[in-house]
């Protein structure tokens, strides 16, 4: 967190207290209310004078707390190291807030999202369909508003396996279906995709004319579970079960939002040893993502000889926390005891990350300037700068397509403000330039583990804290393998969260694939989608399912 | 050319697979294996119950038997160590144990059945005898009587001194 | 069950809605450092070539419609590993509105379509490691004796409280003070003994 000097913060309150009330909630996020009419100006001024970009927008449901539905969008000042949030009121009896998506296209599918859980409507949106729930979800039940519980099971119907084949809430184009175009559907169960999800790609010939996306087959009700039934030191449990490559990343976002927003300091210790088992991560997800883009690409070898080189990465997560993938380290303040690093084990793990960087770069330059690999990801898959910030994509991909960005060097947390590393950025945009990026993180992520084991403090592993004040707003950001990731946290009453949201890099990303995919031809649609490196169940983290019965029906089941 | 130099590596390297199950493999001290419940240390106070995280212990009472039965369903523990973290007896511990497959769901429960204690005054069971046992131990003398009779009657009990005190 | 699967076995991987990290401990089992294809075990692209689902996940109320589709296309006799404690039992959601909660109770869906139900081979653990599910598969195939057994503990009922005699004269001592009914007191007395 980055602390400013007061008359920089004065003159950035002076400029936006123009369109509304402003307020500091922690030291590095801003709130602005009652905006009103001045919404598009201030949008336009945090964008082009401030280099911000949008982030995600968030619903809650405030009518216990102050009799309204609450709708916040969250800005980034990257440079500056600072959190914007702007707040829309909407009144139960009329629930319609003003949209943003004619100006920031990157808002469509969050909007979508808070129309389907909370049930407050966006006027202007331009294409307000169902993005999570069902096609025959009843229209007037929201399953994130205060007054639906959590485990109400709905009976299952006996149309069940009558499957709805083609996304009929999209509206298509009418200049692209002129002419007669035949659909490709790939998915939900396909054997190049790991994931259930259901593209359907509209072709000529072989050419790919445009393509659309239905998913959300994941969603398992992880925010209504953490807001009724876990106390705050269960969340980074389940938080961690969100995705099982980058769950690390997302419970360490979560335990900074709450201690962002309670005021906690962690002792630095901990931060050390969080970095460390974060940095591990990166590495185990990099190599498995080229791995699975060399099978992709028809190249097995690739494949087998990464996952391979990954073994070494895994056995020492093994030795380190206990298991290969889900660490259950973190704890709100600190970390566990029983993940404490000790002495020994220090000469062990450098010898590891010795043998594997030497194993590695024996490899990886011979495959990747094979002419196979070459001719098929160079000039493929483009994503133009500006289409990039347009849509506001994040992590590797944006770096691949020109932009410079890493939460870790212009918003460090954890130990990241006292290492030294490069951030890897390239401008051509295509398959070839995301393999390249990821592959000099890797060489990154092994340099940065070694100068934090040299320089291990000796404090103790947890902040003491008598308890957690209420209704206070936090934001933990995280650089997942994949992106940037961001955790929103208001905390509540009776040891519970009152509302979390866990944006993952995905959602920002996904939204760019039919860019990637108009005019390419249909046997390159699996390498461009992959190199995205999506990660479908980071995406489809909130439940919403039921049946259309015509009346709500409660089944408490055991 | 460069395919070849790969396979030249490869074939330099060697056979890389481990030689399970036919041999054991070697897990680290850390290894967060299976939990295991001590019947001799358990007392059956709940405090597992409220700190697992996806209700994999569970806390049933067979009130005409006088038992209360600590449950463990291993299908859904996620092996996070809470339980060890919290029980204040140091009754459960994960063990090094990975190969837990079976065949039938009966398999993968442990159940610990302990007798219940019976309020003198009104009959009902509503503590474990071992509990009662080890708070005993811990007490002075001139409070232990409290602990013997039930919260319901304590309070009747608490309510008749004050009402008599104050006469 | 050994009989039937004397020489391989061919496995379906099917995702239900899991997270994704047992799906890579599976596909992890095939990398050479395990290399579960000594045993003629394969993964296959279509449910209707497979004599064995690995199924993942607590079975999500979207992706239900296409796993039951999914089953019925493979032919009997048919196994089911089910991976993982989201599959085995529905993790920690399971009693989420959106998740049925494990394969038990996507048995009593088939049961009432009139689907025979599946031998079953459950391997717990988040992920479980790629050894504990060639182990598991394995066990279907009759290779390797099953370790794991239920155990169940029932105290014995000699185990008395005893309390020593002064303790009873204390707790008298106390309770004659507190000015409660004689017949209580001795109620008390005598009981704890």
């Known amino acids: 967190m980055q602390q400013f000097s007061d008359s920089k913060i004065g003159d950035l309150l002076k400029k936006l207290g123009v369109f509304g009330t402003t307020s500091i909630v922690t030291p590095n996020t801003i709130l602005i209310n009652n905006v009103d009419d001045k919404l598009y100006d201030l949008c336009r001024l945090l964008i082009e004078e401030l280099d911000a970009y949008y982030s995600t927008s968030i619903g809650v449901d405030e009518r216990p707390l102050n009799g309204s539905f609450a709708v916040y969008h969250v800005f980034v000042a990257d440079k500056l190291g600072l959190y914007i949030l702007v707040r829309l009121e909407a009144s139960p009896s009329h629930p319609i807030v003003k949209s943003i998506t004619p100006i920031i296209p990157g808002a469509d599918w969050a909007e979508r999202e808070v129309m389907d859980m909370i049930g407050v409507k966006f006027a202007g949106h331009p294409r307000p369909y169902r993005l999570i729930l069902p096609y025959d979800w009843p229209s007037n039940i929201y399953p994130l508003r205060k007054d639906f519980d959590y485990n109400d099971k709905y009976p299952i119907k006996d149309k069940i396996d009558k499957v709805i084949h083609g996304s009929t809430e999209y509206v298509v184009d009418k200049e692209v279906l002129e002419e007669e175009y035949t659909a490709v559907p790939i998915g939900p169960y396909h054997p190049a995709l790991h994931e259930p999800e259901y593209f359907e790609v509209y072709v000529d010939g072989e050419k790919i004319v445009d393509a659309r996306y239905k998913g959300f087959f994941i969603h398992r009700g992880i925010e209504k579970i953490a807001e009724t039934r876990l106390t705050y030191d269960q969340v980074p449990f389940i938080a961690e079960r969100i995705c099982g490559i980058c769950g690390f990343t997302h419970s360490t976002a979560y335990c900074l939002a709450v201690e962002n927003a309670a005021g906690i300091n962690v002792p630095e210790r901990a931060n050390y040893i969080r970095s460390i088992l974060l940095e591990i991560e990166r590495i185990h997800s ?61 000469p062990y793990i450098k010898r590891l990350l010795n043998s594997v960087k030497e194993e590695y770069l024996k490899y990886i330059d011979k495959i990747v300037s094979m002419t196979e690999i070459r001719k098929r990801t160079r000039e493929v898959g483009i994503l133009t700068h500006e289409d990039a910030k347009k849509y506001s994509v994040l992590g590797p991909h944006a770096r691949a397509s020109g932009i410079n960005t890493d939460v870790r060097k212009y918003r460090p947390y954890a130990a990241y403000s006292e290492v030294d590393f490069k951030v890897p950025v390239r401008d051509e945009g295509d398959v070839y330039a995301r393999i390249i990026v990821r592959h000099e993180e890797v060489l990154e992520s092994i340099s940065i583990i070694s100068q934090l084991l040299d320089n291990l403090p000796k404090t103790p592993l947890r902040a003491e804290f008598d308890f957690i004040p209420e209704k206070r707003i936090g934001i933990g950001c995280t650089e997942a393998p994949r992106g940037e990731d961001l955790h929103f946290v208001i905390t509540g009453y009776g040891n519970k969260v009152y509302r979390w949201r866990p944006r993952a890099p995905s959602y920002n990303n996904l939204a760019s694939v039919p860019l990637m995919l108009r005019g390419e031809k249909l046997a390159d649609a699996p390498i461009i989608i992959a190199s995205i490196d999506p990660c479908f169940s980071c995406t489809d983290h909130v439940v919403v399912i039921d049946i259309k019965t015509g009346r709500r029906r409660k089944l408490v089941s055991r | 050319m460069n395919r070849f130099r790969i396979l030249l590596q490869n074939i330099k390297r060697g056979v890389v697979t481990e030689k399970y199950p036919l041999e054991p ?64 007896f140091d009754a459960i511990h994960l063990t090094k144990e990975f190969e837990l497959a079976t065949t039938s769901k009966d398999d993968l429960y442990q159940i610990v059945g302990l007798r219940m204690y019976k309020c003198p005054i009104c009959g009902k069971p509503y503590t474990t005898i071992r509990l009662v046992k080890k708070v005993i131990d811990k007490l002075p003398p001139e409070e232990r009587s409290l602990v013997l009779i039930c919260p319901d009657c304590r309070e009747k009990i608490t309510a008749a001194n004050r009402s008599f005190a104050r006469r | 069950m050994s009989s039937l699967y004397r020489k391989s076995l061919w496995v379906f991987h099917l995702n239900t809605g899991s997270c994704n990290g047992c799906d890579i401990e599976v596909l992890n089992a095939f990398t050479p450092a395990q290399d579960a294809e000594r045993f003629g075990v394969k993964l296959v692209g279509s449910p ?47 009693d989420s509105y959106s998740v049925l909660g494990g394969v038990e109770k996507l048995y009593e869906i088939l049961e009432k379509k009139g689907i025979k139900r599946p031998i079953t081979v459950f391997v717990p653990g988040c992920p479980p490691k790629p050894e504990a599910i060639l182990y598991g598969i394995l066990l279907a195939r009759g290779m390797v004796k099953q370790k794991q057994k239920g155990r169940i503990y029932v105290e014995s009922e000699s185990a008395e409280l005893m309390i020593s005699k002064d303790l009873i004269e204390s707790v008298k001592e106390q309770v004659m003070s507190s000015k409660i009914s004689r017949k209580q007191v001795e109620k008390i007395t005598s009981i704890v003994r």
């Open chain 1, 286 to 346: 990099h190599l498995l993502w080229m791995g699975v883009a060399f099978h992709l690409l028809g190249y097995d070898t690739g494949f087998m000889i990464m996952w391979r080189i990954r073994e070494k990465i895994m056995d020492l997560a093994e030795e380190l926390t206990g298991n290969r993938k889900t660490y259950g380290a973190n704890i709100v303040g600190g970390i566990r005891k029983r993940f404490d690093i000790s002495e020994e084990k220090i």
């Open chain 2, 25 to 88: 493999i070697r897990v680290p001290e850390s290894f967060r294996g299976k939990p295991v419940i001590d019947v001799d240390k358990c007392v059956g106070c709940g405090a597992c119950v409220n700190a697992c995280p996806p209700n994999a212990l569970t806390l049933e009472e067979d009130l005409n038997e006088g038992i209360r039965y600590i449950k463990l369903f291993i299908g859904r523990c996620i092996y996070c160590g809470r339980c060890e973290e919290v029980c204040p």
């Open chain 3, 48 to 94: 209707r070539h497979a004599d064995a689902i690995a199924l993942t996940g607590p079975i999500t109320r979207e992706a239900l419609p296409r796993v039951i589709r999914a089953l019925q296309a493979v032919p009997e006799p048919k196994i089911v590993v089910a991976i993982g404690s989201c599959a085995c039992g529905g993790g920690i959601w399971h």
